[in-house]
Every structure is written in C-alpha cells, then in structure tokens.
C-alpha cells in the first residue's frame, strides 16, 4: 500500500456485502478452473461428486423434498437439485460470511482480495461467454431444422422448440450472436478492456436471459447468474460510468488493478493468461466443430423422406386418434409422427446394427418402441415389432418430396410488400 494514498476504511455493511459475495462466487465457480485444464479430473471428480452428494443430502435432510429427485444428466439446468444447489450456496455463503464477520472483525477494507476476487469472476464469465460463442460461430448449437422440425405444426411445437427451430434457419443470425458473445469473452480476459468486455457481456446476457424467460428454456438459473456476473464486475465503475453516460462528465480511467506489483510476477502472469486464453479458444472452436459435424449435421438414416401410412395392424383395442398416419424422417436421429388425432410428435430414433431400431420419447421415460425394417422398393417400407408394448406391423408408401418456404424463401434487398406469411 501507498503511504501516501492509503486505502479507505470500508463500512461494515460494505465488508458483510464483500464477504458474501467473496464466498459465494467461489461456491458457484469451483472447481473453475480445473475442469478446463487436463490432467485434473482427479481432483474435479470426487469434488464433483461431494458437492453432488452434499446438494442431494440438503434436498432430502433440510428441504424435505419428498419423492424422486431426478439425478441423471437431462439437458435441463433448472432441474430442481439445481435450484437446491443454489440454496446451499447461499445458506454456506451467508454462514461463511458470518463466521468471517466474527474472526476478522478488525480489518479496515478488503481491496487487494476485491482485485482478485474481481480477476476470477472476469475468468469464469469470460470462459463460459468464449464457450457459447464457439458453439453459435460455429453453428452446432442451433442446428438447422431438419425434416420432422420443418413438418411439425407451430402449434406443436414448445416455446423452447420454436427458439431452437428460430436460430437455427439463420446461420448468419447464429454467427452474430455468438460474434457477440465471443468478443465479450476475449474482452474480459484483458485488463485494460475488462470493463468494456463487462458492458458487452451485460448486454449479450440480459438478451440469453430474456430469451431463456420468455420461451421456457431451462438454462435461467444459469443465465441469470452470468448477467449477474457482468453487473457485479461494473459495480465498483457504476459512479463512474453514470456521470459519462447520463450526465455528460469526463471520465476517468476504466480497467482493473493489477494483481502483481512485482514486473516479473505480472509478465508471469500475462504470458499464463495468454496462453490459457488460446488454449481455451482453440479447444472450445475445435469441440464445436466437432459438435457440428455429429450434431447439427447428424447422418441421415434408410428411410429418410415423408412418408403415408397405408396399412397398420393390429387397430384392435387402439385409441383410434392414437393411430399413425404420416411420417417424416431427416436424419439418423429424430423422427417426425403425425397421428390421425392430428397431433404431432417427435420421437428419438438410435439404428442397430442390422435392420432394427429402437424409438424412445424424451418426454416419457418410460415409452418404447423396438422396431425393424424392411424396404422392398424406393417407394414402399414396411415395420414390424413392438411399439410401447403392442405388437404392431406398419406400411408406409413414399410421399412426394417437398421444398418448405422456411428454406427457401432466403434474403431479398427488395420487397414492394412484406412477404409475411
């Protein structure tokens, strides 16, 4: 410390605000940010695991959630043993903070930890901005809707599936946002432009957040936490930024202090930084690239194309709205089934090794359908086996290929009236 600028005492409802928000973004961040480097999973997995089992023991023991409390990987992170998981973050930051309070009741300020604690927030933020932008930059988080999505009624379709369905038929809207989030990213790993990174990532993240509301997408626990994130990282250059932006006041300099006084141990950590940040971009594109070529352009199966039901067997003791009229396949993965109810489903498709498959629907565990095919002609398909328990026997005859205006409406500069329909 300066003697000759000595650091202000803090209040104390400014020292209680800090050790809570010390301990309970380093709650929420670890084991950040080992799980980004290699060689550590000895230490993240039973970390992992501890936490987990500790997350599931409060759900049971101190909320007294009663019934099943699903555990498995769903895709979901609004799932409930996540809003328990931040429950007990809170409960042991605000216990932490306490204790604290008490042991180190005589400390003035806590600025040289604030500068740290400030260096990590920017680091996770900036990972998980640079993260999602590789998946949307290079588009493999939206894939492009394939058959069964373009066949599938809107009305069918859920405000999660209709934002997906959304950001996948553009490409270059996909790319821009994840431009966006990208450069957010880049800019928090710099010191000098962590601020302006902080005010991109703010703006990027209240757009994620809202979209995540408005359309019942189960990533807002999450979403909402790294808006939070880029509010707190401007939170000490509020004052600041208020009186330039508002008030028309000159501004004095933004960016953060640096964490090592000593030139070595700061060119040290700028050569580190450095490299990790071109590590993690360059593992981050390579996966989504990866991702793209599995995911967003998954292989295509036999029987791709729309198709008529022309025969199905046994009708016997079957709900008659239950009954299959059309299908769609795309791809190797997904299938599209219109019933003669009218309603629209889509069902999980895995190939076997030889003629068979198997059917699964991700909204119902425990529905199934073991399956195999014949294809006698181009035109003419036939399947056999069970479907959620029922003997059953189909015949499906090709239907016309057709092209869905989605795909090939494309950009006009000019348009004399809107092409709304």
Known sequence: MDPAHPIPSWSLARKLGFRCAFLYWLLYALPFPLQHLPWTGWIVGPFVSGQSALVLWSARHVLRIEGEIPTGPSGSGDTTLDFVQV???LVLGLLGALLWSILDRRRASYARLADWLCTYVRFVLATTLITYGAYKVI????PAPALDRLAQPFGEASPMGLLWTFMGASAPYQIFSGAGELLGGVLLFQRRTAVLGALVAAGVMTQVVMLNFAYDTPVKLYSAHLL??????????AWNLFGQFVLGRPAT??????????PALHRG???LRTLFLVYFIWTSLSTSYDGYRSYAVPPPSPFDGAWHVVAYEPEEGLDPGARWTE????SSTRIGVTHASGAYE??????GL?????????????WKAELAYEIPSPERMSWSGTLDGRPVAIDFERRPARDYLLQTRGFHWINEVPFNR
């Open 228 to 237: 939070v994130m880029a509010l707190f990282l401007l939170l000490p250059h």
């Open 139 to 142: 588009p493999s988080q939206f």
């Open 327 to 330: 299908l769609v396949v795309g």
């Open 87 to 89: 429950f007990c973050t």
């Open 354 to 366: 030889e003629q068979d498959f198997t059917l699964t629907h991700r909204g119902d565990p425990e």
């Open 346 to 351: 889509r069902l999980q498709l895995a190939l």
């Open 269 to 271: 950590a700028l050569v």
């Open 253 to 262: 300099a933004l960016g953060c202090a640096r964490l090592f006084r000593r």
